[in-house]
């Protein structure tokens, strides 16, 4: 009996190649991150909330944006980096194969670190909003704790962008292909 061969073209290793060591690297500078340093994904997802929700929040340096009001921190553990390295990864590697060209691979990983980017800061404004909804409510159902509530809430809203995200992408790219 034969083994198993599979043959991954070139330009498709290319681009698995360019996400996955992206992703290592923002996955080994969040796992040290500070507030500070996150700051360029956190304020404009506080940003939005506010817009979106109405929550004010206020910058505690070095720690966070608080929410007087609601009694709610945003703070480095709700940057969303983990979803944003996912969201980045499933659109390079799930869409390596559309793509015929070295530049066409390179506007690949450039626009789903875009995507990525602006999928995460929607999706944390809305988990964020949602969870401070929760916290306001004082909210638990069953075996669903306050703490268990938020987290399933969140894998719940970061589950469903990721598919509204990647069945955009691949809508996107049958576009562009159909026209090419």
């Not at 073209?9 to 500070?34: E, M, N, Q």
């Not at 940003?47 to 910058?59: K, N």
């Not at 703490?147 to 049958?174: D, M, P, T």
């Amino acid at each position: 009996m034969r083994g198993l061969r599979i043959v991954v073209p070139a330009g498709d290793a290319a681009v698995a190649g360019v996400a996955l060591g992206s992703a290592w690297a923002l996955k080994a500078f969040y796992s040290a991150a500070t507030f500070d340093q996150l700051r360029w994904i956190l304020t404009p997802t506080v940003w939005l909330i506010g817009t979106l929700m109405g929550v004010p929040f206020d910058l505690e340096p070095h720690r966070g944006y608080l929410s007087r009001d609601h009694l709610f921190l945003v703070a480095p553990a709700c940057a969303g980096v983990n979803f944003l390295v996912g969201a980045f990864v499933s659109l390079c590697l799930g869409l390596a194969g559309e793509c015929a060209t070295a530049r066409t691979r390179m506007a690949l990983v450039l626009s789903s670190a875009v995507a990525a980017y602006a999928a995460t800061v929607l999706a944390n404004a809305v988990r964020i909003g949602v969870a401070v909804r929760l916290h306001e409510a004082g909210a638990s159902f069953g075996p669903l704790t306050p703490s268990r509530l938020h987290c399933a809430e969140g894998v719940a809203i970061y589950f469903l962008f990721l598919l509204a995200l990647f069945a955009a992408a691949v809508r996107v790219a049958g576009g562009r292909r159909a026209l090419a």
